[in-house]
Protein backbone atom coordinates (compact mmCIF):
# COMPACT_ATOMS: atom_id res chain seq x y z
CA UNK A 1 0.00 0.00 0.00
CA UNK A 2 1.33 3.52 -1.08
CA UNK A 3 1.20 6.52 0.94
CA UNK A 4 -1.27 7.93 -1.71
CA UNK A 5 -3.44 4.55 -1.32
CA UNK A 6 -3.17 4.21 2.56
CA UNK A 7 -4.53 8.01 2.35
CA UNK A 8 -7.53 7.09 -0.32
CA UNK A 9 -8.31 3.61 1.71
CA UNK A 10 -8.81 6.22 5.06
CA UNK A 11 -10.53 8.50 3.33
CA UNK A 12 -13.23 5.60 2.14
CA UNK A 13 -13.36 4.70 5.56
CA UNK A 14 -14.29 8.06 6.93
CA UNK A 15 -10.53 9.57 8.02
CA UNK A 16 -9.05 12.04 6.23
CA UNK A 17 -5.38 13.20 7.19
CA UNK A 18 -3.78 16.10 7.69
CA UNK A 19 -1.03 17.03 6.78
CA UNK A 20 0.80 16.99 9.82
CA UNK A 21 -0.66 13.94 10.63
CA UNK A 22 0.83 12.67 6.97
CA UNK A 23 4.18 14.08 8.18
CA UNK A 24 4.24 12.21 11.46
CA UNK A 25 3.61 8.54 9.82
CA UNK A 26 6.37 9.56 7.73
CA UNK A 27 8.61 10.65 10.45
CA UNK A 28 7.42 7.13 12.22
CA UNK A 29 8.46 4.86 9.41
CA UNK A 30 11.64 6.45 9.19
CA UNK A 31 12.33 5.93 12.99
CA UNK A 32 11.27 2.26 12.90
CA UNK A 33 13.04 1.57 9.71
CA UNK A 34 16.31 3.09 11.25
CA UNK A 35 15.93 2.14 14.87
CA UNK A 36 15.37 -2.05 13.51
CA UNK A 37 18.85 -1.70 11.87
CA UNK A 38 19.93 -1.88 15.88
CA UNK A 39 17.14 -3.00 17.49
CA UNK A 40 14.93 -6.00 16.59
CA UNK A 41 11.30 -3.96 16.29
CA UNK A 42 9.60 -5.58 13.30
CA UNK A 43 10.24 -7.75 10.60
CA UNK A 44 8.05 -5.65 8.50
CA UNK A 45 10.56 -2.82 6.78
CA UNK A 46 8.97 -2.28 3.18
CA UNK A 47 7.54 1.26 3.15
CA UNK A 48 4.48 -0.21 1.23
CA UNK A 49 3.88 -3.31 3.93
CA UNK A 50 4.37 -0.83 7.07
CA UNK A 51 1.86 1.14 5.70
CA UNK A 52 -0.79 -1.39 4.99
CA UNK A 53 0.35 -4.12 7.71
CA UNK A 54 1.32 -1.63 10.97
CA UNK A 55 -0.20 1.60 9.73
CA UNK A 56 -3.74 0.94 8.22
CA UNK A 57 -4.02 -2.32 9.58
CA UNK A 58 -3.76 -1.04 13.73
CA UNK A 59 -6.45 1.87 12.72
CA UNK A 60 -9.03 -0.62 11.24
CA UNK A 61 -10.40 -1.32 14.80
CA UNK A 62 -11.12 2.10 14.03
CA UNK A 63 -13.47 1.36 11.40
CA UNK A 64 -15.88 -0.65 14.09
CA UNK A 65 -15.36 1.27 17.23
CA UNK A 66 -16.34 4.41 16.79
CA UNK A 67 -15.92 5.68 19.90
CA UNK A 68 -12.45 5.60 19.57
CA UNK A 69 -12.66 8.57 16.59
CA UNK A 70 -14.30 10.86 18.33
CA UNK A 71 -14.45 10.41 22.38
CA UNK A 72 -11.42 11.70 24.86
CA UNK A 73 -11.22 7.48 25.93
CA UNK A 74 -8.45 5.98 27.78
CA UNK A 75 -6.93 2.73 25.71
CA UNK A 76 -4.53 0.57 27.24
CA UNK A 77 -1.91 -1.11 24.43
CA UNK A 78 -0.82 -4.36 25.78
CA UNK A 79 2.58 -5.63 24.31
CA UNK A 80 2.74 -2.63 22.05
CA UNK A 81 6.16 -3.93 20.77
CA UNK A 82 6.95 -0.95 17.76
CA UNK A 83 3.57 1.00 19.16
CA UNK A 84 0.72 -1.01 17.21
CA UNK A 85 -1.98 -0.36 17.42
CA UNK A 86 -1.88 2.09 19.73
CA UNK A 87 0.47 4.94 18.46
CA UNK A 88 -1.61 4.96 14.76
CA UNK A 89 -4.38 5.19 16.32
CA UNK A 90 -2.82 8.29 18.76
CA UNK A 91 -1.45 9.95 15.46
CA UNK A 92 -4.74 10.06 13.91
CA UNK A 93 -7.42 10.06 17.07
CA UNK A 94 -5.53 12.65 18.93
CA UNK A 95 -7.43 13.17 21.75
CA UNK A 96 -7.49 9.34 22.83
CA UNK A 97 -5.23 8.60 26.09
CA UNK A 98 -3.13 5.97 25.43
CA UNK A 99 -0.62 3.93 27.68
CA UNK A 100 1.32 1.57 26.15
CA UNK A 101 2.70 -1.11 27.95
CA UNK A 102 5.84 -3.55 27.04
CA UNK A 103 8.25 -5.85 28.38
CA UNK A 104 11.31 -5.18 26.45
CA UNK A 105 13.52 -2.11 27.39
CA UNK A 106 14.64 -1.23 24.31
CA UNK A 107 10.42 -1.20 23.12
CA UNK A 108 10.00 1.08 25.34
CA UNK A 109 13.04 3.39 24.54
CA UNK A 110 12.09 3.41 21.16
CA UNK A 111 8.56 3.86 21.92
CA UNK A 112 9.68 6.97 24.01
CA UNK A 113 11.69 8.53 21.36
CA UNK A 114 8.47 8.33 19.22
CA UNK A 115 6.49 10.43 20.97
CA UNK A 116 8.80 12.63 21.39
CA UNK A 117 10.08 13.22 17.64
CA UNK A 118 6.19 12.94 16.92
CA UNK A 119 5.45 15.45 19.77
CA UNK A 120 2.30 13.57 21.07
CA UNK A 121 1.01 14.41 24.52
CA UNK A 122 -1.63 12.23 26.17
CA UNK A 123 0.65 9.11 25.79
CA UNK A 124 2.29 6.98 28.81
CA UNK A 125 4.71 4.20 28.47
CA UNK A 126 5.17 1.62 30.75
CA UNK A 127 7.82 -1.43 30.91
CA UNK A 128 6.81 -4.60 32.27
CA UNK A 129 4.93 -7.50 32.17
CA UNK A 130 0.89 -7.02 32.07
CA UNK A 131 0.37 -9.63 34.90
CA UNK A 132 2.46 -7.30 37.16
CA UNK A 133 1.09 -4.16 36.01
CA UNK A 134 -2.34 -6.04 36.08
CA UNK A 135 -2.44 -6.26 39.73
CA UNK A 136 -1.22 -2.31 40.31
CA UNK A 137 -3.83 -0.17 41.86
CA UNK A 138 -3.09 2.60 39.58
CA UNK A 139 -3.44 0.61 36.46
CA UNK A 140 -6.14 -2.18 37.31
CA UNK A 141 -9.67 -1.18 36.11
CA UNK A 142 -9.00 2.34 35.24
CA UNK A 143 -9.24 1.64 31.32
CA UNK A 144 -12.39 2.27 28.62
CA UNK A 145 -10.34 -0.24 26.36
CA UNK A 146 -7.61 -2.53 26.14
CA UNK A 147 -6.28 -4.18 23.03
CA UNK A 148 -3.20 -6.39 22.39
CA UNK A 149 -1.75 -7.27 18.73
CA UNK A 150 0.23 -10.20 17.87
CA UNK A 151 0.77 -11.08 21.74
CA UNK A 152 -0.78 -14.13 22.58
CA UNK A 153 -3.53 -16.30 21.72
CA UNK A 154 -6.94 -14.89 23.15
CA UNK A 155 -7.24 -17.07 26.20
CA UNK A 156 -3.75 -15.30 27.39
CA UNK A 157 -4.50 -12.00 26.27
CA UNK A 158 -8.02 -12.20 28.28
CA UNK A 159 -6.21 -12.40 31.39
CA UNK A 160 -3.49 -9.87 29.86
CA UNK A 161 -5.75 -7.37 29.15
CA UNK A 162 -9.19 -7.54 31.08
CA UNK A 163 -7.66 -6.96 34.61
CA UNK A 164 -7.15 -2.98 32.82
CA UNK A 165 -10.81 -2.46 31.75
CA UNK A 166 -13.09 -0.66 33.90
CA UNK A 167 -16.66 -2.64 34.21
CA UNK A 168 -18.35 -1.09 31.27
CA UNK A 169 -14.97 -0.41 29.33
CA UNK A 170 -14.26 -3.13 26.17
CA UNK A 171 -11.36 -5.45 25.29
CA UNK A 172 -10.93 -5.08 21.76
CA UNK A 173 -9.16 -8.10 20.12
CA UNK A 174 -7.66 -7.90 17.27
CA UNK A 175 -7.06 -11.00 14.98
CA UNK A 176 -6.44 -12.99 11.84
CA UNK A 177 -8.01 -16.46 10.37
CA UNK A 178 -7.47 -18.09 13.27
CA UNK A 179 -9.95 -15.47 15.17
CA UNK A 180 -13.36 -17.85 15.99
CA UNK A 181 -10.97 -20.73 16.97
CA UNK A 182 -9.32 -18.73 19.44
CA UNK A 183 -12.42 -17.42 21.00
CA UNK A 184 -14.16 -20.42 21.46
CA UNK A 185 -10.76 -21.62 23.19
CA UNK A 186 -11.01 -18.34 25.38
CA UNK A 187 -14.26 -18.30 26.23
CA UNK A 188 -13.69 -19.51 29.48
CA UNK A 189 -11.19 -17.54 30.46
CA UNK A 190 -13.31 -14.36 29.00
CA UNK A 191 -16.31 -15.01 31.34
CA UNK A 192 -14.10 -16.23 34.16
CA UNK A 193 -12.48 -12.44 33.69
CA UNK A 194 -15.28 -10.76 33.60
CA UNK A 195 -15.95 -10.69 29.76
CA UNK A 196 -18.66 -11.04 27.03
CA UNK A 197 -18.63 -10.86 23.73
CA UNK A 198 -20.91 -7.77 22.38
CA UNK A 199 -20.01 -7.98 18.67
CA UNK A 200 -17.58 -9.52 15.52
CA UNK A 201 -16.75 -7.72 12.66
CA UNK A 202 -14.55 -9.57 10.19
CA UNK A 203 -12.94 -7.81 7.11
CA UNK A 204 -10.25 -8.06 4.65
CA UNK A 205 -7.08 -5.60 4.12
CA UNK A 206 -7.28 -4.27 0.96
CA UNK A 207 -4.37 -7.46 0.22
CA UNK A 208 -7.21 -9.83 1.07
CA UNK A 209 -5.59 -11.05 4.30
CA UNK A 210 -8.52 -12.02 6.46
CA UNK A 211 -8.72 -9.83 9.56
CA UNK A 212 -11.98 -9.93 12.77
CA UNK A 213 -12.44 -7.09 15.55
CA UNK A 214 -13.89 -8.80 18.24
CA UNK A 215 -15.67 -6.59 20.92
CA UNK A 216 -15.77 -8.00 24.58
CA UNK A 217 -17.31 -5.69 27.10
CA UNK A 218 -16.61 -6.18 30.59
CA UNK A 219 -19.94 -6.11 33.12
CA UNK A 220 -17.92 -7.72 36.15
CA UNK A 221 -14.72 -6.95 37.83
CA UNK A 222 -11.89 -9.47 37.53
CA UNK A 223 -11.56 -11.71 40.55
CA UNK A 224 -8.81 -10.82 42.32
CA UNK A 225 -6.02 -13.30 41.68
CA UNK A 226 -5.67 -12.62 37.78
CA UNK A 227 -3.99 -11.86 36.48
CA UNK A 228 -1.70 -15.09 37.91
CA UNK A 229 2.47 -14.64 38.41
CA UNK A 230 4.41 -13.31 35.31
CA UNK A 231 4.33 -16.27 32.91
CA UNK A 232 1.57 -18.54 34.36
CA UNK A 233 -1.26 -17.33 31.87
CA UNK A 234 0.95 -18.60 28.94
CA UNK A 235 2.49 -21.56 30.56
CA UNK A 236 -1.27 -22.69 31.81
CA UNK A 237 -3.98 -20.77 29.87
CA UNK A 238 -7.48 -21.07 31.53
CA UNK A 239 -9.75 -23.52 30.32
CA UNK A 240 -6.90 -25.52 28.35
N1 LIG B 1 1.72 -5.27 19.27
C1 LIG B 1 2.89 -5.12 18.41
C2 LIG B 1 2.53 -5.36 16.96
O1 LIG B 1 1.39 -5.72 16.69
O2 LIG B 1 3.41 -5.18 16.09
C3 LIG B 1 4.05 -6.01 18.88
C4 LIG B 1 3.86 -7.47 18.71
S1 LIG B 1 5.27 -8.39 19.25
C5 LIG B 1 5.11 -9.85 18.30
C6 LIG B 1 4.79 -8.87 20.90
C7 LIG B 1 5.21 -7.86 21.97
O3 LIG B 1 4.57 -8.20 23.19
C8 LIG B 1 6.69 -7.86 22.24
O4 LIG B 1 7.19 -6.54 22.13
C9 LIG B 1 6.83 -8.40 23.67
O5 LIG B 1 7.89 -7.79 24.39
C10 LIG B 1 5.46 -8.04 24.26
N2 LIG B 1 4.97 -8.92 25.33
C11 LIG B 1 4.77 -10.26 25.27
N3 LIG B 1 4.26 -10.73 26.41
C12 LIG B 1 4.13 -9.65 27.24
C13 LIG B 1 3.67 -9.49 28.58
N4 LIG B 1 3.23 -10.52 29.29
N5 LIG B 1 3.66 -8.25 29.11
C14 LIG B 1 4.11 -7.18 28.38
N6 LIG B 1 4.57 -7.28 27.12
C15 LIG B 1 4.59 -8.49 26.54
Redesign the pocket.
Known amino acids: MTVEAFIIALEKAGINLTEQQIQQFELYFNMLVTRNKQVNL ?1 AITEKNDVYLK ?1 FYDSLTVAFYVSALRTDDKTLID ?5 G ?2 SLPLKIVFPQLRITM ?4 QK ?1 VNFLQDVVTELNLSGVEIVHG ?3 DIGQDPNYREKFDYAT ?5 RTSVLAE ?1 TLPFVKVGGSFLVMKGSAAEQELAEGQRALTLLGGTLNETFDFSLPNGDKRYVQIVNKNKKTPKQYPRQAGTPNKKPIGH
Open positions: THIGAGAFPVDALRRAEARAVAY
